[in-house]
């Protein structure tokens, strides 16, 4: 059974940093994409980045609003994908979920997303 | 970045009613797109990919349709867990995005 599940939520101030896990099981990690997508409260689904799989060098791209402050990667062993985020911004606060992406034509969409961890950026 | 614009925004429906919720890009995107229906506190969940294939589990009451801009989602004999908010996505370009979301209430 695929699995994913986040962890590294919490309270930052603005300007700080904070990681965040995607714990994945029940799938080989390192043959598949990743992103990350979040929700701020009350709001819609923004897609925060993508990792590839060990194929493609796990290379990135990144949504323009976070790129320059946000880090993924991987470590095989524990089967984890993470994200890094740096110099913080009220507007980061959200719901940050990982989902796992898979290809027909040439083309990954989501099939499989974990359950979520919140991010709250505050004074 | 390739616009997601979703109508409507909510609808009030009863169950056993027919639902449809269009989706509409700014650029054509071929059949890469995907539907996502989110319940409250919950993650979301994948419904369709490629316009129209079910994900696996996902009962056939659901079906979605279109090819380069225009997209449709229907759910045929709408069921009580069907009540929640449903996105589109596509994915032929960086950056992904999303749809604004259509609630789907009970009327």
């Known amino acids: 059974e695929v699995q994913l599940v986040e962890s590294g939520g919490g309270l930052v101030q603005p300007g700080g940093s904070l990681r965040l896990s995607c714990a994945a099981s029940?799938?080989?990690?390192?043959?598949?994409?990743m992103d990350w997508v979040r929700q701020a409260p009350g709001k819609g689904l923004e897609w925060v980045g993508r990792s590839r799989n060990k194929a493609k060098s796990y290379t990135t791209e990144y949504a323009a609003s976070v790129k320059g402050r946000f880090t993924f990667s991987r470590d095989e062993s524990e089967n984890s994908l993470y994200l890094q985020m740096n110099s913080l911004k009220t507007e980061d606060t959200a719901v940050y979920y990982c989902?796992?992406?898979?290809?027909?034509?040439?083309?990954?969409?989501?099939?499989?997303w974990g359950q979520g961890t919140l991010v709250t950026v505050s004074s | 970045d390739i616009q997601m614009t979703q109508s409507p925004s909510s609808l009030s429906a009863s169950v056993g009613d027919r639902v449809t919720i269009t989706c509409r890009a700014s650029?054509?995107?071929?059949?890469?797109l995907s539907w996502f229906q989110q319940k409250p506190g919950k993650a979301p969940k994948s419904l369709i990919y490629a316009a129209s294939n079910l994900q696996s589990g996902v009962p056939s009451r659901f079906s979605g349709s279109g090819s380069g801009t225009d997209f449709t989602l229907t759910i045929t004999n709408l069921q009580p867990e069907d009540f929640a908010t449903y996105y589109c996505q596509q994915y032929e370009n960086y950056p992904r995005t999303f749809g604004g979301g259509t609630k789907v209430e009970i009327k």
């Open positions: 029940g799938f080989i990690f390192s043959d598949h994409y």
């Open positions: 989902a796992r992406a898979v290809v027909m034509d040439g083309h990954y969409y989501f099939d499989y």
């Open positions: 650029q054509g995107i071929s059949n890469y």
